[in-house]
Nanobody, 123 residues
Framework: QVQLVESGGGLVQAGGSLRLSCAAS????????MGWFRQAPGKEREFVAV????????VYADSVKGRFTISRDNAKRTVYLQMNSLKPEDTAVYYC????????????????WGQGTQVTVSS
């Protein structure tokens, strides 16, 4: 089992920045690829970014490319999502998730999920 706890969400004005953190406990964190997803009201959960177990590979959704950066610190068992130039359309609950397999953009392939953290971007 892996337990994931997100933090760092909040209210920010358009153009601002936030850094989300996801702390992991339980089984060996470094075995897992880690992803960030988000879900806005009335919409399906969507992929944001993923990072490989080593941190050497990352993939981003087109909507956040160039604005968001995913990173991880295996010694601290934490994955981060640095979000810059935020837009109102980035408003959503953000979830981190762990996948023991290959890098994946698909939510059903992830084994463990956090409870989510709210990000609200005002215009």
């Amino acid at each position: 089992q892996v337990q994931l706890v997100e933090s760092g969400g909040g209210l920010v004005q358009a153009g601002g920045s936030l850094r989300l953190s996801c702390a992991a406990s339980g089984r060996t964190f470094s075995r897992y690829s880690m992803g960030w997803f988000r879900q806005a009201p009335g919409k399906e959960r969507e992929f944001v970014a993923v990072i490989s177990w080593s941190g050497g590979s990352t993939v981003y959704a087109d909507s956040v490319k160039g604005r968001f950066t995913i990173s991880r610190d295996n010694a601290k068992r934490t994955v981060y999502l640095q979000m810059n130039s935020l837009k109102p359309e980035d408003t959503a609950v953000y979830y981190c998730a762990a996948n023991e397999g290959v890098l994946s953009l698909r939510a059903p392939t992830y084994d463990y999920w956090g409870q989510g953290t709210q990000v609200t971007v005002s215009s």
